[in-house]
């Protein structure tokens, strides 16, 4: 083991931890997607631990709302300096447990750093509105309050990042909260939160004289029976953020909603990209082979959908062939690797059947294919070969319309702009989408009231690899929610307008005279 993994190792140091070879059934095993070998093993904590730990959190975040919101902000300052002081170790831990290449894991792990900036920013601008009162003498305004306690529930393939972009903006805006993360990325979990209860336990600003400070970021890890639908229903969270399948998102939204509580789901994409007849192939061929193979397409903006103009699509395909053949494949920590493993043997027998599928509906592979999902079966890790499928022009496949989380693109086909939008709308997923084009009114009409139906429209961009200012979520069955920059900070906050009457009279709104 090289000394930075080591440096790694010492990320996830907590009692929960145990060697992988004396982990009984009482643990969860982390792997790594890349040799198949255990990592190390956590101790999966019970509904009590959770109960444990929303008392706590409750009890710390009545001290925490109280305290002014940018002294919050000062500690998420400190907290992000944690988080780039251990960049590199952290970026590689990602890479260990999920199998992102390094490159991407630290990237990852520079979104957190991003967001905890914004976070501080944030922190003097949770601005309320006034309001002109149609009353003499009368004030009026909106505020916004902490909301109290949150759950935060998170997806695998982004392990680092998606907390961040919760708990950053919810610490300031004066939330606790409670972490549940897959079980697939337990470690980079512990890691994340050792750091930020590291930076809470140290330090002169938040010093509840009952409780630990730390409790503001609690986490829990515990399977989706135990400790996900035991969060789910709890009432003392006004606030469920979930990210994951539509799968998972159907049983959350459902079962918050049963409780009148909030969730803000962040579920699964079916991305687009619209490519004309006008476009730069110099920059699309980029795009494409980011968004489509980057991440061995596990990302929830992957792009899995090419629609591309009749007059180029031939070309479009020949150039993105030979690009996806010399994708080096492989170690993820390995600096000239590109793409890494899948997560696990479910994710590879997916994106089999997925192929399987297409060609039984008429499509044609162009790489890849069974024969490139099953090259490496005899060798340890989740590796597969990207694959690319043409789809026969008036051909509809529908495995094209579900979210396979792989290396696997679709090439479409089109003679007409307004076509080309109806395709790309038609599934039932929202969340990201593109258009290449060097015209600017192609490029209006995708950005228009009936053009594009997603969370994210890009022109000239892929689908892939947003920026945390700008709000982040998606449509449809994407589920709606927003996380991260612009506005989206309202979600962790409670609105609250009020009227304050300063004269001596006591006027009615809408003139009503009563009595
Ligand atoms: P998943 O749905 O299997 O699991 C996501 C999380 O939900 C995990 O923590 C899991 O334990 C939990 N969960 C599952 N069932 C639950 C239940 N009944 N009650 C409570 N918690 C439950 O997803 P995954 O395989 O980890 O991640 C891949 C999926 O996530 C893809 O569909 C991807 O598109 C999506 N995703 C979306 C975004 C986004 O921002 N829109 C970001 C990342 C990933």
Same mark, same amino acid.
């Given at each position: 083991?090289?000394?930075?993994?080591?440096? !790694?190792?010492?990320?996830?140091?907590?009692?929960?931890?145990?060697?992988?070879?004396?982990?009984?059934?009482?643990?969860?095993?982390?792997?790594?997607?890349?040799?198949?070998?255990?990592?190390?093993?956590?101790?999966?904590? *019970?509904?009590?631990?959770?109960?444990?730990?929303?008392?706590?959190?409750? %009890?710390?975040?009545?001290?925490?709302?109280?305290?002014?919101?940018?002294?919050?902000?000062?500690?998420?300052?400190?907290?992000?300096?944690?988080?780039?002081?251990?960049?590199?170790?952290?970026?590689?831990?990602?890479?260990?447990?999920?199998?992102?290449? %390094?490159?991407?894991?630290?990237?990852?792990?520079?979104?957190?750093?991003?967001?905890?900036?914004?976070?501080?920013?944030?922190?003097?601008?949770?601005y309320?509105?006034?309001?002109?009162?149609?009353?003499?003498?009368?004030?009026?305004?909106?505020?916004?309050q902490?909301?109290?306690?949150?759950?935060?529930?998170?997806?695998?393939?982004?392990?680092v990042?998606?907390w961040?972009?919760?708990?950053?903006?919810?610490?300031?805006?004066?939330?606790?909260?409670?972490?549940?993360?897959?079980?697939?990325?337990?470690?980079?979990?512990?890691?994340?939160?050792?750091?930020?209860?590291?930076?809470?336990?140290?330090?002169?600003?938040?010093?509840?004289?009952?409780?630990?400070?730390?409790?503001?970021?609690?986490?829990?890890?515990?399977?989706?029976?135990?400790?996900?639908?035991?969060?789910?229903?709890?009432?003392?969270?006004?606030?469920?953020?979930?990210?994951? *399948?539509?799968?998972?998102?159907?049983?959350?939204?459902?079962?918050?909603?049963?409780?009148?509580?909030?969730?803000?789901?962040?579920?699964?994409?079916?991305?687009?990209?619209?490519?004309?007849?006008?476009?730069?192939?110099?920059?699309?061929?980029?795009?494409v082979?980011?968004?489509?193979?980057?991440?061995?397409?596990?990302?929830?903006?992957?792009?899995?959908?090419?629609?591309?103009?009749?007059?180029?699509?031939?070309?479009?395909?020949?150039?993105?062939?030979?690009?996806?053949?010399?994708?080096?494949?492989?170690?993820?920590?390995?600096?000239?690797?590109?793409?890494?493993?899948?997560?696990? *043997?479910?994710?590879?027998?997916?994106?089999?059947?997925?192929?399987?599928r297409?060609?039984?509906?008429?499509?044609?592979?162009?790489?890849?294919g069974?024969?490139?999902?099953?090259?490496? %079966?005899?060798?340890?890790?989740?590796?597969?070969?990207?694959?690319?499928?043409?789809?026969?022009?008036?051909?509809?496949?529908?495995?094209? %319309?579900?979210?396979?989380?792989?290396?696997?693109l679709?090439?479409?086909?089109?003679?007409?702009?307004?076509?080309?939008?109806?395709?790309?709308n038609?599934?039932?997923?929202?969340?990201?989408?593109?258009?290449?084009?060097? !015209?600017?009114?192609?490029?209006?009409?995708?950005?228009?009231?009936?053009?594009?139906?997603?969370?994210?429209?890009?022109?000239?961009?892929?689908?892939?690899?947003?920026?945390?200012g700008?709000?982040?979520?998606?449509?449809?069955?994407?589920?709606?929610?927003?996380?991260?920059?612009?506005?989206?900070?309202k979600?962790?906050?409670?609105?609250?307008?009020?009227?304050?009457?300063?004269?001596?009279d006591?006027?009615?709104?809408?003139?009503?005279?009563?009595?």
């Open positions: 083991m090289s000394q930075q993994l080591l440096q !790694s190792a010492d990320l996830y140091r907590h009692s929960l931890v145990v060697d992988a070879a004396t982990a009984g059934d009482d643990c969860v095993i982390s792997y790594n997607p890349a040799t198949e070998e255990p990592i190390a093993a956590v101790r999966l904590q *019970s509904k009590q631990d959770y109960q444990d730990a929303v008392q706590r959190a409750i %009890k710390a975040q009545r001290h925490w709302r109280r305290v002014p919101a940018p002294k919050r902000g000062e500690l998420i300052r400190r907290m992000g300096n944690a988080f780039r002081d251990q960049c590199d170790p952290l970026g590689e831990l990602v890479t260990l447990e999920m199998g992102k290449i %390094k490159a991407e894991g630290v990237g990852e792990v520079v979104e957190c750093i991003d967001i905890a900036d914004f976070a501080v920013g944030l922190s003097r601008q949770l309320g509105l006034t309001i002109q009162s149609e009353r003499p003498q009368h004030r009026m305004f909106e505020q916004w902490p909301l109290g306690t949150i759950g935060i529930i998170t997806a695998f393939n982004f392990p990042a998606v961040a972009w919760n708990a950053m903006l919810a610490a300031v805006c004066g939330d606790a909260m409670i972490w549940k993360p897959s079980l697939a990325t337990p470690l980079t979990a512990i890691a994340m939160t050792n750091i930020a209860h590291d930076v809470m336990r140290h330090q002169d600003i938040f010093n509840p004289p009952d409780c630990d400070a730390a409790d503001i970021f609690g986490l829990v890890i515990g399977t989706d029976q135990e400790v996900g639908e035991t969060m789910v229903d709890d009432r003392r969270l006004p606030l469920i953020s979930a990210t994951g *399948s539509c799968r998972m998102g159907r049983i959350v939204g459902e079962r918050v909603a049963a409780r009148l509580g909030r969730s803000l789901l962040e579920l699964g994409g079916n991305n687009g990209i619209i490519v004309m007849n006008d476009v730069d192939m110099d920059m699309l061929l980029p795009g082979l980011f968004g489509a193979v980057g991440t061995a397409g596990q990302r929830c903006t992957s792009t899995r959908r090419l629609i591309c103009h009749s007059d180029i699509v031939d070309e479009v395909a020949t150039r993105l062939v030979p690009a996806y053949k010399s994708v080096p494949i492989g170690n993820p920590l390995d600096k000239n690797t590109l793409m890494g493993p899948l997560i696990n *043997s479910q994710s590879v027998d997916a994106m089999r059947q997925a192929i399987e297409a060609v039984a509906e008429g499509c044609e592979i162009l790489t890849g069974v024969e490139g999902v099953d090259r490496f %079966k005899s060798a340890p890790g989740h590796f597969v070969e990207p694959t690319i499928v043409r789809v026969p022009k008036g051909v509809q496949p529908a495995i094209a %319309k579900e979210e396979t989380f792989a290396p696997l679709y090439i479409f086909e089109f003679d007409d702009l307004e076509d080309a939008i109806e395709m790309h038609d599934v039932d997923q929202g969340l990201s989408s593109a258009i290449f084009t060097s !015209s600017l009114r192609s490029a209006e009409r995708f950005l228009s009231p009936d053009g594009s139906d997603c969370g994210i429209a890009n022109v000239n961009i892929g689908t892939s690899g947003a920026e945390i700008g709000a982040f979520g998606g449509e449809k069955d994407t589920g709606g929610g927003r996380e991260s920059g612009s506005d989206s900070w979600a962790y906050m409670r609105r609250q307008t009020c009227t304050v009457n300063y004269g001596a006591m006027p009615l709104a809408q003139g009503i005279e009563f009595g």
